[in-house]
């Protein structure tokens, strides 16, 4: 079962940073949140990951709440080509399981 | 590195027919992934390998579905017999420390039964 909770779908303009959040409440003190994206047609793709601290990488950044239950993916710069369905996971670090969710419909408009 | 590729990557067949969906992982990786991908169920973990034995496969739906991964470089999922319910788009994803222990996905095997 997906421990996580995302809105269904999110409209975001081009150039414009777009912000997604995540609810993951229950998540316990070993689990990570990572980020995966599907672009229509391709097999998923890692974002980022992190445990309390904000991460940011050449993709997105992660923004963590301090309770840990929630957080928030930023793409800074969207393009087109990050229209997506963005999925939100919690995971131990060393557990090989990733258990998807119905994730974020991104769709950046022009 | 290719990263990871599946074979064939479509496949019509008819019911009843033996289906054999194929991947490579990346070279180095020490863990191969199966997941199939429906509207209404997403993604689904079917099974995953560990240094090529299976280590989890309770994701697997019925005996119908077989996964083998004789060695490190090659991995199959087979289906037989084939049935409409099981058209999906199947995808195969490795991981290992030389990506930075995070899954790199296939472009998967989209299959249609008839």
């Known amino acids: 079962d997906a421990k996580t909770t995302q809105p269904p779908s999110m409209d975001c303009a081009e150039g414009r940073a777009a912000n997604l959040p995540c609810n993951h409440s229950?998540?316990?003190?070993?689990?990570?949140v990572y980020w995966y994206r599907q672009i229509h047609s391709q097999g998923p793709q890692y974002i980022i990951h992190?445990?309390?601290n904000n991460e940011t990488n050449e993709m997105a950044s992660l923004i963590i709440t301090e309770d840990r239950k929630s957080s928030t993916l930023i793409l800074p710069h969207a393009t087109l080509r990050d229209t997506a369905v963005y999925y939100c996971?919690?995971?131990?670090?060393?557990?090989?399981?990733?258990?998807f969710g119905q994730g974020t419909r991104l769709t950046i408009n022009p | 590195d290719a990263g990871v590729i599946q074979s064939p990557r479509h496949e019509v067949t008819e019911m009843g027919q033996e289906v054999t969906l194929r991947c490579k992982p990346i070279?180095?990786?020490?863990?191969l992934f199966w997941y199939r991908q429906t509207m209404m169920r997403g993604l689904e973990l079917l099974i995953y390998?560990?240094?090529?034995?299976?280590?989890?496969d309770s994701g697997m739906p019925e005996d119908r579905f077989s996964a083998k991964m004789p060695n490190a470089s090659f991995s199959t999922l087979k289906i037989q017999p084939s049935e409409p319910r099981d058209s999906a788009v199947y995808f195969c994803?490795?991981?290992?420390?030389?990506?930075?222990?995070?899954?790199?996905f296939g472009p998967g095997t989209r299959l249609t039964v008839l």
């Open positions: 390998f560990n240094n090529n034995v299976p280590i989890d």
């Open positions: 992190g445990l309390k």
């Open positions: 994803a490795s991981r290992g420390l030389a990506g930075g222990n995070e899954q790199f």
């Open positions: 996971i919690v995971r131990p670090r060393d557990g090989q399981k990733l258990v």
């Open positions: 070279s180095g990786h020490d863990y």
């Open positions: 229950t998540i316990s003190g070993n689990e990570y």
